[in-house]
């Protein structure tokens, strides 16, 4: 069974930092690309940043560039999120999400998630 | 950047069709997945890549695409499937981003 757990997340003061962190299992993490979701309290999803599957190429939402670092340990199965410089629009639920890639129609989907953990931003 | 456009609510009565649509240019070059949020839950993919169903996913939800409008639609609509659907895609801009529609909130009356 996949699972995805999120942590970190917590009260912070703008302008602190925040690490969020993803446990997975129940699939081979080092084979699917990653990404982080968030959801600021009653609005929609937001893409955040993604992963390739051996970390060496990263994305970033404009929102967020400069000021998060996606980054992941195959040999740990864990994703994280370096969250710095953090703004009171930074408030969200953070969601861990895995990519699935579909080689038939040669694209992508988020197949799992997890259940998300919240960030705060406020003094 | 692109940006996909969903109506924000739509209501259906118990047992009849529904379609909620999902408009944007990346469509056009990229497929659309669709995602089923209820309160206070992670969402759930209900339609991956080229309309397709994932298992466990009832039958009853089906997509479908035409250049820059994907829609999805509930045939026969339940009181569970009331909750908020988002569509999504790659970015138009082809720089491997991804995009989400605002989201639609689904009444079951």
């Known amino acids: 069974e996949v699972q995805l757990l999120e942590s970190g997340g917590g009260l912070v003061q703008p302008g602190g930092s925040l690490r969020l962190s993803c446990a997975a299992s129940g699939f081979t993490f080092s084979n699917s690309a990653m990404s982080w979701v968030r959801q600021a309290p009653g609005k929609g999803l937001e893409w955040v940043s993604s992963?390739?599957?051996?970390?060496?190429?990263?994305y970033y939402a404009d929102s967020v560039k400069g000021r998060f670092t996606i980054s992941r340990d195959n040999s740990k199965n864990t994703l994280s999120l370096q969250m710095n410089a953090l703004r009171a629009e930074d408030t969200a639920v953070y969601y861990c999400a895995k990519e699935q890639w579909l080689v038939r129609v040669l694209d992508s989907y988020f197949d799992y998630w997890g259940q998300g953990t919240l960030v705060t931003v406020s003094s | 950047s692109s940006e996909l456009t969903q109506d924000p609510a739509v209501s259906v009565a118990l047992g009849q069709t529904v379609r909620i649509t999902c408009r944007g240019d990346?469509?056009?070059?990229?497929?659309v997945s669709w995602y089923q949020q209820k309160p206070g839950q992670a969402p759930v993919v209900v339609i991956c890549?080229?309309?397709n169903r994932p298992s466990g996913i009832p039958d009853r939800f089906s997509g479908s695409s035409s250049g820059n409008t994907a829609s999805l639609t509930i045939t026969g609509a339940q009181a569970e499937d009331e909750a908020d659907y988002y569509c999504?895609?790659?970015?138009?801009?082809?720089?491997?981003?991804?995009?989400f529609g605002g989201g639609t909130k689904l009444t079951v009356l």
């Open positions: 992963i390739s599957t051996s970390g060496s190429n990263t």
């Open positions: 890549p080229k309309d």
């Open positions: 990346s469509l056009r070059r990229y497929s």
């Open positions: 999504s895609s790659r970015d138009s801009s082809g720089n491997h981003n991804w995009v």
